[in-house]
């Protein structure tokens, strides 16, 4: 056994989190792709049974207030809430994060032009017209299209830069900024209490989109000033495909959010069938229509798995799984063969390590034939994605030995 091997199995002996690992579906596969899905938690499946035979099976429509249905996306809200640093009663689940992407960007525009605006200096410049939206360069495509769209249809500029850049373009015609908090390709973890700290100054609002942090590391929303900020819970939440996504409205501008989707679950008497809107208050806002019961409670099953976890164990575990992963690919993998692409220093690093390689797509289908699962983006990048609930030292050291045993039959 190599000092390595030796070394993992020291290092998941002492792991706190360890015991999770039993939690969840797995076999003999190490899989370092849930940053793209999320593994199978043991609960889910008993407790989706339970929702198609009995409750919906049952008791029908009685399970919309007999079951908790009506009651979900906002019950469910508050249980993520806490892993994004956020308290209760500021986070709404429902649709996908493209839908969420835009309620929230184009509803920050609106605050943002609003007489009482959104953030710190708004009374100092609330005679400028806020007509430009910032949004980052190297964003989820989605999201740039998003907020393309978000822009003609508010009469505003897209400007894209680089999150490093976003400081130095922001100015009085700023409405809102779109950011990504960890980068989907190189695992990039950008600043989010300065760079909110600088759109707040600016009198702009500021829409975080979580993908690929929420649940893999601390957030801190409220501890930071947010104001809106979205994301998926297929990812390190675990949710399931297609698990709805969540919206983050900060408090006190609940009840000037203007969703661009009103909708009859998001009226103040939804039940009331009347031809004019008016929104409910506080986060139930942030719905549209009916939700996604099948997977929305498979998604609150999932969360069990965070019962007695911390935010913080699970970030200084990522942050370890990624360390070592480094030293055992330098230690495997001839010098030259892969480049990391992902920041070494912690505090620009997410749960993810990205490497530059010749043929990324050859060399990760004969890692996944090899019982390693990672995937790659084109042109030249592995990803491998490191959710510390059930990925263990001992796999890391695996995969960084097949990706040597790999690379060495693959010409370079």
């Known amino acids: 056994m190599s000092e390595l091997a030796v070394k993992a199995e020291k290092l998941d002996a002492s ?242 959010f203007d969703s661009p989707l009103p909708g009859w679950n998001s009226h103040v008497e939804p039940f009331g069938m009347r031809a004019d809107y008016a929104p409910a208050a506080g986060a139930v806002r942030g719905r549209v229509g009916t939700p996604d019961i099948l997977s929305m409670l498979a998604l609150e099953a999932a969360l069990e798995v965070w019962d007695g976890v911390g935010v913080a164990a699970v970030r200084a575990k990522s942050l370890a799984l990624t360390d070592f992963f480094l030293e055992c690919v330098g230690a495997y993998v001839p010098k030259g063969r892969v480049e990391c692409v992902t920041p070494l220093a912690h505090p620009e690093r997410g749960s993810q390590i990205a490497l530059r390689c010749e043929d990324a797509g050859d060399v990760m289908q004969r890692l996944i034939e090899r019982g390693v699962v990672g995937d790659f983006r084109r042109p030249d990048v592995l990803r491998f994605g490191f959710t510390p609930l059930y990925v263990g030292f001992a796999d890391v050291e695996r995969a960084a030995r097949v990706l040597a045993d790999v690379l060495a039959e693959v010409p370079a």
């Not at 079951?67 to 906002?74: D, M, Q, S, V």
């Not at 249980?79 to 493209?98: H, K």
């Not at 690929?212 to 929303?221: E, N, R």
């Open 15 to 256: 792991d706190e989190l360890a015991a999770k690992r039993a939690e969840f579906v797995l076999d003999e596969v190490v899989y370092l792709d849930g940053n793209s899905l999320g593994a199978l938690p043991a609960a889910v499946p008993g407790r989706v049974e339970d929702v198609v035979r009995r409750q919906w099976g049952e008791l029908r429509i009685r399970s919309w207030t007999e079951g908790g249905w009506w009651t979900a996306p906002e019950r469910i809200g508050d249980r993520i809430a806490p892993l994004v640093g956020a308290a209760a009663g500021q986070v709404v689940v429902g649709d996908s994060t493209s839908v969420n992407v835009f309620k929230a960007l184009v509803g920050a525009v609106r605050l943002a032009r609003s007489a009482d605006g959104g953030g710190p200096g708004r009374d100092e410049v609330r005679d400028e017209v806020r007509d430009e939206i910032v949004v980052d360069a190297t964003t989820f495509p989605t999201d740039g299209y998003i907020a393309e769209s978000a822009a003609r249809m508010t009469g505003c500029t897209l400007r894209p830069v680089t999150p490093s850049e976003v400081p130095g373009v922001l100015g009085a015609r700023t409405a809102a900024v779109l950011l990504n908090h960890v980068d989907y390709r190189t695992g990039r973890l950008h600043d989010l209490p300065s760079l909110t700290a600088a759109v707040r100054a600016a009198g702009a609002l500021v829409v975080w989109d979580l993908c690929h942090s929420a649940g893999a590391l601390p957030v801190g929303l409220d501890e930071h000033g947010v104001h809106l900020a979205v994301g998926c819970t297929y990812k390190y939440l675990n949710g399931g495909p297609g698990s709805p996504a969540f919206l983050y409205v900060r408090a006190d501008l609940q009840d000037r």
